[in-house]
Nanobody, 120 residues
Framework: QVQLVESGGGLVQPGGSLQLSCKATGRIFNVYNMGWYRQGTGPTRDLVARIFSDGETKYGDFVKGRFTISRDIAKNTVYLQMNSLKPEDTAVYFC??????????????WGQGTQVTVSS
């Protein structure tokens, strides 16, 4: 019943910017940590950025100050502002969140993924 709905992917030229959004919907009691992962041609999903319930953030090493994660707690939404995009940032970006649907039930949820392509 909990869903993560992503938007904002697309095609952008090298050096350009994109903003991804991810909104948690459904039966929600509380949203804890939220974040973004990406999967290129390989089998693994790598951490892009994560924002914790206390507001602390963590970024993948490859981000190097180019991306910023933020969240709107009232809207159960997390954003990823990506600047200075490079061709190697091309990947499917997945939203992830730790969500409690009741005061007794919680789980780890994933969005369906949104494609980001950086190419001239």
């Amino acid at each position: 019943q909990v869903q993560l709905v992503e938007s904002g992917g697309g095609l952008v030229q090298p050096g350009g910017s994109l903003q991804l959004s991810c909104k948690a919907t459904g039966r929600i009691f509380n949203v804890y940590n939220m974040g973004w992962y990406r999967q290129g041609t390989g089998p693994t999903r790598d951490l892009v950025a994560r924002i914790f319930s206390d507001g602390e953030t963590k970024y993948g090493d490859f981000v190097k100050g180019r991306f910023t994660i933020s969240r709107d707690i009232a809207k159960n939404t997390v954003y990823l502002q990506m600047n200075s995009l490079k061709p190697e940032d091309t990947a499917v970006y997945f939203c992830n969140a730790d969500i409690a649907s009741t005061h007794l039930e919680s789980g780890d949820y994933w969005g369906q993924g949104t494609q980001v392509t950086v190419s001239s």
